[in-house]
T-cell receptor, first 111, second 111 residues
Framework: DAGITQSPRHKVTETGTPVTLRCHQT?????MYWYRQDPGHGLRLIHY???????DKGEVSDGYSVSRSKTEDFLLTLESATSSQTSVYFC??????????FGPGTRLTVT | QKEVEQDPGPLSVPEGAIVSLNCTYS??????FMWYRQYSRKGPELLMY????GNKEDGRFTAQVDKSSKYISLFIRDSQPSDSATYLC???????????FGAGTRLTVKP
């Protein structure tokens, strides 16, 4: 998985609680991304980062925030988890924005 | 109408068959076209990457882009059971990090 780790790999949480997912890369790539994958929808971009402290919204950013304080780490926070945020979350990295490499994913269940 | 349409399948073929996977899209500004392979409970892995129109070949895999028809294809020759996976098409505009994915086609190659 191209030097990308995600933690935790599985998480079950309750509605209304905050949740933070972590993506760590060892490739020193400039761009980092967070996607969610749901049946019938494919992968949809939540947020991405183009450098330390530089982030932008993707297609489905409502209810999510991100932070990147170091090149190697990109955090995704669900401010108040809802059942609709039950999904598989993938982190991706790239040096050229069109060639993205994905991590192993985090399965999040919100009950 | 989704920006990227992909037949979800499932598609089942015998070993050795030629497989054709396809996507259509509506955004004429897309210039980068990718195919990803995703095994069950794993992250997507980049298979093929094409810029603009034309063909690209890599071993048993051939990617075709027809921008006039807004149609892309991935061909797999001499398919193997190890090719059994979900195949995702993806595309993006130039200098745009918001890559759009198809929902994926699930392929099974039977020995």
């Amino acid at each position: 998985d191209a030097g990308i780790t995600q933690s935790p790999r599985h998480k079950v949480t309750e509605t209304g609680t905050p949740v933070t997912l972590r993506c760590h890369q060892t490739e020193n790539h400039r761009y980092m991304y967070w996607y969610r994958q749901d049946p019938g929808h494919g992968l949809r971009l939540i947020h991405y980062s183009y450098g330390v402290k530089d982030t932008d919204k993707g297609e489905v950013s409502d209810g999510y925030s991100v932070s990147r304080s170091k090149t190697e780490d990109f955090l995704l926070t669900l401010e108040s988890a809802t059942s609709s945020q039950t999904s598989v979350y993938f982190c991706a990295i790239s040096e050229i924005s069109s060639e993205q490499y994905f991590g192993p994913g985090t399965r999040l269940t919100v009950t | 109408q989704k920006e990227v349409e992909q037949d979800p399948g499932p598609l089942s073929v015998p070993e050795g068959a030629i497989v054709s996977l396809n996507c259509t899209y509506s955004n004429s500004a897309f210039q980068y076209f990718m195919w990803y392979r995703q095994y069950s409970r794993k992250g997507p892995e980049l298979l093929m990457y094409t810029y603009s129109s034309g063909n690209k070949e890599d071993g048993r895999f051939t990617a075709q882009v027809d921008k006039s028809s807004k149609y892309i294809s991935l061909f797999i020759r001499d398919s193997q059971p190890s090719d059994s996976a979900t195949y995702l098409c993806a595309m993006s505009e130039v200098n745009n990090n918001d890559m759009r994915f198809g929902a994926g086609t699930r392929l099974t190659v039977k020995p």
